[in-house]
């Protein structure tokens, strides 16, 4: 696939967050992003995945805050960004493909809702990317991890369209697809529902619905932006 502009050199090290629902493809165009402006992708709800992984192993209930972030201060999370997207670390062990199954899925959006849990993943997350450079995508990236972000991305697309993405992405057919649709669904509420930190557009971010867009052009608009951004500076 060929990129909208190659040989991209830019400047400063700028700090990009997206934002947006499950299935909006912010993993895609993010790591896609970071690769052609030589910056680091930090996928942040691989964090979550990766503690609630834990929790799962630990059987620590998903309702246990106080457990979950002392779970948290004991295990070793790391993202090691890569061409092909991030790789998870836990403890140590390469968990990135165990963390994208059904369960962890349904255990991560769990254990998201604790505020206690989301400011331990906050303070990581900060640190990781204070230097710039970084492409950070999540949920609340924009409104509370770097409120002050160079450049806000928050990537919508409608509801019936992200599922279909999802199914495409995971080659997933007949009833099997139903249940995937409802816990996307499912996550989707819980995430803008939840009391701390839901999921919301930061003010100052550029909405872009990707619901009629091809990935190239969600990728070109955003890589306007943060030519606009560092002309500006
Ligand atoms: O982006 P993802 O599907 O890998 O995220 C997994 C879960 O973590 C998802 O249910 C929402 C949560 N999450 C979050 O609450 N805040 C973030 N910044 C990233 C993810």
């Avoid at 968990?95 to 906050?122: F, G, Y």
Wanted: hydrophobic fraction near 40%; proline fraction near 3%; aromatic fraction near 2%.
């Amino acid at each position: 696939m060929s990129e909208p502009s190659e040989n991209t050199v830019l400047p400063r090290k700028l700090i990009i967050a997206i934002d947006g629902p499950a299935g909006a493809g912010k993993s895609t165009i993010a790591s896609r992003l970071a690769r052609k402006l030589g910056y680091v992708n930090l996928e942040s709800g691989a964090m979550y995945r990766a503690l609630a992984l834990k929790a799962i192993e630990k059987d620590i209930s998903f309702d246990d805050e106080a457990a979950l972030v002392k779970l948290a201060e004991n295990s070793r999370i790391k993202l090691e960004p890569t061409l092909g997207g991030n790789r998870t670390l836990l403890d140590g062990h390469d968990v990135s493909s165990r963390i994208r199954e059904r369960d962890v899925t349904e255990a991560a959006s769990r254990v998201s809702v604790h505020p206690a849990v989301r400011a331990w993943m906050v303070s990581h997350q900060r640190a990781m990317g204070a230097g710039g450079g970084i492409v950070m995508e999540g949920r609340d990236i924009g409104t509370k991890v770097f409120p002050d972000a160079d450049l806000k991305i928050f990537l919508d697309a409608d509801p019936v369209v992200r599922e279909q993405r999802r199914m495409e992405q995971q080659k997933i057919k007949g009833h099997v697809a139903a249940n995937v649709a409802a816990d996307l669904r499912e996550r989707d509420r819980r995430d803008r529902e939840r009391a701390t930190s839901p999921l919301v557009a930061a003010t100052d971010a550029a909405v872009i619905d990707s619901t009629k867009m091809s990935e190239d052009e969600v990728l070109e608009q955003i890589e306007e932006l943060a030519r606009k951004k560092l002309g500006a500076k």
